[in-house]
């Protein structure tokens, strides 16, 4: 009796399967996939972009602000280094990676 049941279970089982291509499996974790990439790839890589073209245009005299929220004045540029100016006139060796922008976007009045 129980046998019965089992493959009358099997049999409905297989019949459901065979109506669909295997490939439709896949379709959700495509549409994941393509979600995630818009949402979170994609932004990030081109905030990372800005970064690098601003490092790269940072020139002596530029008013910029660190990740950690040190605010300074470009005074030397190395390959890896750059040396900020603080008020007081006091000089801190930062690494260029650790540089988060433009200290003039910080307080620019927003836009209405």
Known sequence: MFDLLISSAHAQGATAGAAQ?????FVPFVLIFLVMYFLMIRPQKKRMEEEEAFLTKLSH??????????????TGIAEKVVTLELEGGSKMKVLKSHIGGSATTLFAEPKK
């Open 61 to 74: 005299g530029d008013e910029i602000y660190t990740k950690s929220g040190i605010l300074g004045k470009v």
């Open 21 to 25: 291509p295997a490939w439709v499996s």
